[in-house]
């Protein structure tokens, strides 16, 4: 069994920061992507940001500029240090894990390349 937990997640003023961070703990795997998903209300997820572990190489995937993902392989962690946060940035934010085998820069996308879930923290933004 494997296992994500999150952590980070609160209230803040819009222009503010928060820092999320994530980790993985269980039976032996191999971790090829961890990255970070968000879901508001009435709203489907949405892919935020994601680090993939390609060979020795480290790429990283974002569709916000405003936030930065870093990540430890060997400690099966992620973290997100997002900046001038806007209220539309409020929802539950999850962390995933890809664990079967490498995905593709389209794939990291895909909600549903990614193997396990933590149970989400909810980052609330306030105008």
């Known amino acids: 069994q494997v296992q994500l937990v999150e952590s980070g997640g609160g209230l803040v003023q819009a222009g503010g920061s928060l820092r999320l961070s994530c980790a993985a703990s269980?039976?032996?795997?191999?971790?090829?992507?961890m990255g970070w998903f968000r879901q508001a209300p009435g709203k489907d997820r949405e892919f935020v940001s994601a680090i993939r572990w390609v060979g020795t190489g480290v790429l990283k995937d974002s569709v916000e500029g405003r936030f930065t993902i870093s990540g430890d392989n060997a400690k099966k962690s992620v973290t997100l240090q997002m900046s001038s946060l806007k209220p539309e940035d409020t929802a539950v934010y999850y962390c995933?894990?890809?664990?079967?085998?490498?995905?593709?820069?389209?794939?990291?996308?895909?909600?549903?390349?990614?193997?396990?879930w933590g149970q989400g923290t909810q980052v609330s933004v306030s105008s």
């Open positions: 269980g039976r032996t795997f191999s971790t090829y992507a």
């Open positions: 995933a894990a890809a664990v079967t085998r490498t995905i593709s820069a389209r794939e990291v996308f895909d909600d549903r390349s990614y193997t396990y």
